[in-house]
């Protein structure tokens, strides 16, 4: 039996991410896939889950104002950001399972480890994201992430997240 994978354009992005413009760094998901099922809650079938998402860096978003007018960079946060963003969509499946039974979450980042920064991204360059996860303990993921332009990886970094059903309100 082979496991789906998904493609997932703006509007099914914005009805799973909380975020909004300016902060919405994720333009389109290009896969989530896996070799064992991705929707059903055991952790040991999270491990593996991949995803691959893109952002499109425009000169015409606000941080590129100040950091740094004369030349634009892509603050290294915002890279981590887009990296974390991507990331949670390795839980696409089984939430979109739990949500149309009326469940809600938040997904948290929590971690930031071995964060490299390797080139500039720069306005007109397209951030490919490819994230896996590497660790799930029912609330708390792990994940490996590396963001490519033109096939050039231009950051890394090892991310943790949490995630928090809505009827908790504390996250940490």
Not at 16 to 38: A, C, G
Not at 60 to 80: A, C, R, S, T, Y
Not at 101 to 115: S, W
Not at 124 to 135: L, S, W
Request: charged share 25%; aromatic share 8%; glycine share 6%.
């Amino acid at each position: 039996m082979e496991t789906p994978t998904y493609q997932l354009q703006q509007k099914q992005i914005q009805r799973f991410l909380p975020h909004r413009p300016p902060f919405l760094l994720v333009d389109r998901i290009l896969e989530i896939s896996n070799d064992k099922p991705m929707d059903d809650d055991q952790s040991k079938n999270k491990i593996g889950i991949k995803v691959i998402g893109l952002k499109c860096i425009s000169m015409n978003e606000p941080q590129f104002m100040g950091h740094f007018p004369e030349v634009p960079v892509m603050p290294g946060v915002l890279i981590v950001e887009t990296m974390a963003q991507i990331a949670s969509f390795a839980m696409y499946p089984s939430a979109m399972k739990k949500m149309a039974e009326g469940e809600r979450f938040q997904c948290v980042l929590v971690g930031v480890d071995n964060a490299r920064f390797r080139n500039p991204v720069v306005p007109g360059d397209v951030i490919r994201v490819e994230a896996e996860v590497t660790g799930c303990r029912t609330f708390l993921w792990t994940f490996k992430c590396k963001a490519y332009v033109e096939g050039k990886l231009v950051a890394e970094a090892d991310l943790m997240a949490n995630i928090v059903p809505e009827s908790i309100k504390q996250v940490f």
